[in-house]
Structures are given as structure tokens and as C-alpha cells.
């Protein structure tokens, strides 16, 4: 018997599997322009203020970043009415989620997600030896009051993604509200907002309005979508008052918020302009993929974010290959337990086209 190299619990870990980069189709398949909708980034591009930010700030590279993000979060305090000593950043929010698992779970606690939950949270627990519950769905939405009777004296942390990848649906304020009440207060709840300026519903809660009724809220919030800097890595943690944050800065490791992501994110927070287009733009191309898939009869579920869980009413393994085949990468959720779904994110107007035509080919509808 050979000593084992890792430790059981990371033997059985599966790494992360983003959506396939451009390059790597284009490469693999000897073709060009092929198209991404597979991770739900903004097709408008960057903020333009972030660009020029980003830019400028490249020339003090040779410099570590304030390793604090004073101006970064004295920004965002601002913009929420919070202070900053409860904003933590984090290079993207998965950075922050690892971090609020791997200090706030003990070994004796655990935590509690729902199925087929976004991957970085399962993740997170498995890498760091913590055990969590997984809380089946109704009709893929979060069944919160099955997730409150599940709530145990161990249960130190809940993630919920409101609105929810990989679904795009949402819980709203009525069931939020009766989940918070039975929510013991010793319990972290952590609300996933990444999606919150695609938001379209009035019933869908705003995190910020649970503050005052849950002692220990995180919130986050990402600067990876509707501001378009998903490649420079950049979130942040909106947390309760009290010792929350502290605690998640004495576990961040150091400069985990880089420089030019910081300096982007500054001027993303002036962009309002950006901000309004990409959410405006979202919400026209979701209605036009949705028009396409109705029209081509594919089902899929109405979505709070920028992008569509399609029910493609076979396994998606052949209908994924053969749409890269088509230089159309899209996000097959065999990985969430959705052996028959695909996520797909929206696009530029052509690239919508390209994706409705390419699947009615593949799916032989056309
Ligand atoms: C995209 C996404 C994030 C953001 O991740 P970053 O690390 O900030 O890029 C967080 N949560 C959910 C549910 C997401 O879909």
C-alpha cells in the first residue's frame, strides 16, 4: 500500500469546471469566431470608465495594491449606507464564499444548500473537509421551507443564490420573509446577488432590506456581470454589523483584491450608465432568445438574470458537442444534475441568431 499523496477528502474533489474558453474551441477544432455563452458574462463588453481606469492603473503595477481596499470599500459603504468596516473584497465573489466556508464552518458544524446549487459552494465544503446538506428542489426553485425544517444544531452557514444560477428563477420577498423568521440567529445566512441589476420581478427581495432582521447576513455581489469585469476578478461581501467582517479579513489572504481590479471597480461604481445598458440589454435579448426557443418549441424557465436554463428534452452530451461543432459554446448541467439543460447566457444580437440557428440544426428543427 502506497502512502496516499492527499488526504481522503481532496481525493474526491472535482475540480471546477468553468465554461470552455474561445480559444481552446477554436483551437481544438482548426476554426475562428466562434462564440461564448456558456458563463454569463456581459456581451456589451467592459464599462467603458473601468477600461480607462484598469488602464491607467496597469502603469503602478510594479506597486502591491492597498492591501486594505480603502477606497474600493469606503465606495461601496457609501453606495448601500453601510460602513466600511463591513465591506470584505475578494478576488471575484467565489473568492468570498471559499472564505466565508473555510471561517465560519467548524469541523462539528456543517452547512446547507439547495440541489443543483451553483458548484462553487459544494466546492468549497468538499476542499475544506466541511460537511453541508443539499436541499431538493420544487419545480427547480429553491423549497425554502424545506430548507428551514432542515436547519439542525449544526448548521452554521446557508447559501441561497437569489436570483439562482444555474435556474435564473428567484425566491421571493413572501417566502424570504417566513424563511428569515425561523432562522435561528446564530445561523449565517448568505445571500448570492450576482444577478441583482438583471432583476426585473417587484417580488424578488433586495438582500439590503434583511439587515435589520438577520443578525448575520452576507451579502454578494460581483462585478463580474452586469459591469462587465468578470476576467479581472472582483467582488465583494456586504456584511452584518459586528465581527463578521472582521473575521473574514483576518482569514482573506493578503491582496486577494489585485490593483487593476480595484482601480476598474472604483470607476465601474460611477458607470451607471453601463450598468442601465447591460440590464436594459439583458432583459431585450432574453426576450428574444425566449421568442426564438418558443418559436423552435424548446422549453426553458422564465430567468431574473442574463441568461436562459433550456430544456433541450434529451441528454445534452451529443447536443453540446455538436453545437461547439457549430462554434457555439454553451453550458450543458450535467455537472449541476441537470443531465437534459443547458445554460446559456445571452449574447449580441447576432450571436442570439447564431446560437437559435445552430440549436434548431442540431436539434433537428429546423
Ligand atoms: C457568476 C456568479 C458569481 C460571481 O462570481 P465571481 O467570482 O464574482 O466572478 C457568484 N455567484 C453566482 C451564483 C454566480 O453565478
Request: proline residues 6%.
Amino acid at each position: 500500500m502506497i502512502d496516499p499523496l492527499v488526504p481522503a477528502h481532496i481525493e474526491g474533489v472535482v475540480p471546477y469546471q468553468p465554461g470552455k474558453p474561445i480559444e481552446e474551441l477554436e483551437r481544438e477544432l482548426g476554426i475562428k469566431g466562434a462564440i461564448k455563452l456558456s458563463s454569463n458574462e456581459n456581451p456589451l463588453g467592459v464599462s467603458p470608465r473601468a477600461l480607462k481606469a484598469a488602464t491607467d492603473a496597469l502603469r503602478g503595477v510594479n506597486r502591491y495594491p492597498d492591501g486594505g481596499g480603502f477606497a474600493l470599500r469606503a465606495k461601496i459603504a457609501r453606495k448601500y449606507g453601510v460602513t466600511s468596516d463591513e465591506i470584505v473584497l475578494g478576488n471575484g465573489s467565489v473568492d468570498l464564499i471559499d472564505l466565508i466556508v473555510r471561517t465560519f464552518v467548524g469541523p462539528q458544524e456543517e452547512g446547507l444548500i439547495a440541489e443543483h446549487s451553483f458548484l462553487s459552494y459544494s466546492w468549497s465544503f468538499k476542499v475544506a473537509d466541511r460537511a453541508f446538506q443539499e436541499i431538493p428542489r420544487k419545480d427547480y426553485r429553491y423549497d425554502l421551507e424545506a430548507m428551514a425544517r432542515a436547519i439542525t444544531p449544526r448548521t452554521k452557514v446557508i447559501f441561497l443564490a437569489n436570483p439562482d444560477n444555474p435556474t435564473g428563477t428567484y425566491v421571493t420577498r413572501e417566502e424570504l420573509d417566513a424563511f428569515v423568521k425561523k432562522l435561528p440567529s446564530r445561523v449565517i445566512l448568505v445571500l448570492d446577488e450576482a444577478y441583482r441589476e438583471f432583476v426585473r420581478a417587484e417580488d424578488c427581495p433586495d438582500g439590503l432590506s434583511y439587515r435589520d432582521r438577520v443578525p448575520r447576513l452576507i451579502l454578494l455581489r460581483t462585478f463580474a456581470k452586469a459591469h462587465g469585469l468578470a476576467g479581472l476578478r472582483i467582488g465583494y461581501a456586504i456584511c452584518s454589523p459586528g465581527e463578521i467582517a472582521s473575521y473574514l479579513n483576518r482569514t482573506r489572504l493578503p491582496f486577494n483584491a489585485n490593483l487593476v481590479a480595484q482601480s476598474a471597480a472604483l470607476a465601474a461604481l460611477d458607470d451607471d450608465d453601463f450598468v442601465q445598458r447591460s440590464r436594459q440589454y439583458a432583459a431585450e435579448a432574453l426576450a428574444t432568445l425566449e421568442e426564438g426557443l418558443r418559436r423552435l418549441e424548446i422549453g426553458f424557465l422564465p430567468s431574473q438574470t442574463n441568461f436562459l436554463f433550456v430544456d433541450v428534452g434529451r441528454d445534452t452530451t451529443e447536443v453540446f458537442q455538436a453545437l461547439l461543432r457549430e462554434g457555439v459554446i454553451v453550458r450543458p448541467l450535467k455537472a449541476y444534475g441537470y443531465p437534459q439543460h443547458l445554460r446559456i447566457s445571452i449574447g449580441l444580437p447576432e450571436e442570439n441568431q447564431r446560437l437559435l440557428g445552430a440549436l434548431a440544426k442540431v436539434l433537428g428543427k429546423g
